[in-house]
């Protein structure tokens, strides 16, 4: 029996190029992963030592041109054409590999007028040069669309177009991809800001030097047996790193946090086989993480590759928030933890369930609990300083006759006395989180707490605060009896007396007094 002939349409090309990913951004990354591969088999071949491998981005706001370029193994000519003119058979491998589809070179396609391959190999006098006109292609699949049923092969054949060039550099090694004339809605890919941004978590790149923890983290990882995938990756001649950082910024750029030290989780099959790991900074954990914080989020890593963006594991906390407390990076490991084609996620299989749930459950038993009680103990210390803030006030206020009355008096006596009540409640939680941390031997809390505690250390909430010290030996002053008001007589200012208590009865204590003041002003004249 003859064997079918099997046709693919060009409707799979719309597929793995317009169709393929929602940001196009992605196309920095299937381009550098496809550099990195190559980096490492001219390692391997020793036609590249350790470090001297190097990917250069260009922007060309001008011509509207981007040119990736990397000093890896090139292509022989004699290879050239097929290389390229194979799509999905890549003889990469998972595991080994960072890229094995054999896909991503297409992605250009969707962005640009025109994207050019050019590639020399070691030894060779040749450069070897393929041009797509991917404005065509994009043509030709809208009329696909309409009824003029092609085939990819028969759109590939139009589009494609292969020539070579003489070089007397034989020392050469190179691949090159240039995207021509970026669309005008992909103006984005041309932002160095942006683009320099996103590479700096997605990209396989150095920590910067100025992360103070990133040689426990290569530590951590050479203890595990494992070596960080790291490459030089320019842009705009500028090397790319990794932006973490220990400062936790608002949104109007203060800080109002930090990370003062890094924590580390191992992960392992029923087989004792590690298959993830990860690192998170510790903070105060004083509230989620502002997005003006790039780096906020625990990004999941597959050879050290961003896989999805930095929201990617935030299905896996309890609260949908639990995510933006956090800085760090999770890396798998497992070979079975296979990117998809978007490399937005893993494949479905068993090795990925398994993930999930070991990891969701330590989301659950250590993550929320992190977050929820630093949480808890930065609430506890700031009920505290408010209530030394009031009392402190109180007795100022009673110190300068600034009260208004007797009942004034009464009232923010009574207001002492309840804030007194929530501090030594809030003491209580803070003892009860720091002794249940002691016996669960949980170093993670106790390190956040003690941080806590160096920044803003509990005083002891004191017998002769104002509700002990409340009965006066002689008469207080008032508000009434200051100099101010000292030309009324006693029922002008008992008729004063009581417009001022008026007022905070109505208002707030600041707008209060701001109009008893504003008023004293005015009388005084």
């Not at 320099?196 to 290569?218: G, H, K, M, N």
Request: glycine share 6%.
């Amino acid at each position: 029996m003859k064997q079918p002939e099997y046709a693919f349409g060009a409707n799979i090309l719309e597929s793995l190029t317009t169709g393929m990913y929602q940001d196009s951004k992605v196309i920095y990354r299937e381009y550098i992963q496809n550099a990195c591969d190559q980096i490492d088999e001219a390692i391997e071949t020793g036609l590249l030592r350790e470090g001297e491998g190097v990917i250069e981005i260009w922007l060309d706001n001008k011509t509207r041109t981007i040119s990736i370029e990397d000093n890896a193994t090139g292509i022989p000519k004699n290879d050239f054409q097929k290389t390229l003119c194979d799509i999905a058979n890549s003889k990469k491998k998972i595991g080994q590999n960072k890229g094995f589809r054999g896909i991503g070179r297409l992605c250009g396609l969707a962005y640009c007028r025109e994207v050019v391959f050019s590639a020399s190999a070691k030894g060779e006098n040749v450069i070897s040069i393929m041009r797509c006109n991917a404005a065509k292609m994009r043509t030709l699949l809208t009329e696909n669309a309409k009824g003029n049923k092609l085939t990819a092969t028969e759109v590939l054949m139009q589009v494609n177009e292969f020539s070579t060039e003489k070089t007397t550099d034989v020392d050469s090694h190179f691949f090159k991809v240039e995207l021509i004339d970026i669309n005008a809605e992909n103006t984005d890919l041309l932002n160095e800001g942006e683009i320099r941004d996103c590479l700096s978590f997605v990209a396989p790149v150095y920590y910067q030097s100025t992360f103070i923890f990133r040689e426990d983290i290569y530590k951590h990882a050479q203890e595990l047996g494992i070596k960080l995938d790291e490459y030089t990756i320019k842009l705009e001649g500028k090397q790319i790193f990794k932006k973490f950082n220990t400062f936790l910024k608002k949104p109007d750029g203060d800080s109002r946090d930090e990370i003062f030290d890094v924590a580390f989780q191992d992960f392992y099959d029923d087989d004792n086989n590690l298959f993830a790991w990860m690192w998170i900074g510790l903070s105060k954990f004083t509230g989620a993480i502002p997005k003006v914080n790039l780096m906020r989020g625990l990004r999941l890593r597959k050879e050290n590759i961003q896989i999805g963006s930095e929201d990617a594991l935030q299905k896996l906390f309890k609260e949908d928030r639990g995510n933006s407390y956090f800085v760090g990076e999770v890396f798998a490991i497992s070979d079975d933890l296979i990117p998809n084609s978007q490399r937005d996620y893993f494949n479905e299989n068993p090795t990925r369930a398994y993930f999930e749930k070991t990891l969701k459950r330590f989301f659950d038993e250590k993550l929320h609990k992190l977050y929820y009680d630093g949480s808890a103990v930065n609430s506890a210390f700031n009920k505290i300083t408010a209530y030394e803030t009031k009392e402190a006030e109180f007795i100022e206020k009673q110190n300068t006759g600034a009260f208004v009355s007797d009942a004034h008096r009464e009232t923010e006596f009574s207001k002492i006395e309840n804030a007194k009540k929530t501090a030594e409640d809030a003491l209580k939680k803070i003892n009860n989180i720091k002794k249940k941390a002691g016996e669960e031997d949980d170093s993670w809390i106790g390190k956040v707490i003690n941080r806590i505690e160096q920044g803003q250390p509990p005083k002891p909430i004191k017998d002769n605060s104002p509700s002990a010290v409340a009965p006066v030996s002689a008469k207080p002053k008032h508000r009434t009896d200051s100099p101010k008001l000292s030309t009324y007589n006693k029922n002008e200012r008992k008729l004063i007396s009581k417009i001022f208590e008026l007022i905070l009865s109505a208002t707030d204590d600041k707008t209060a007094e701001n109009i008893i003041c504003k008023i004293e002003e005015g009388l005084s004249q």
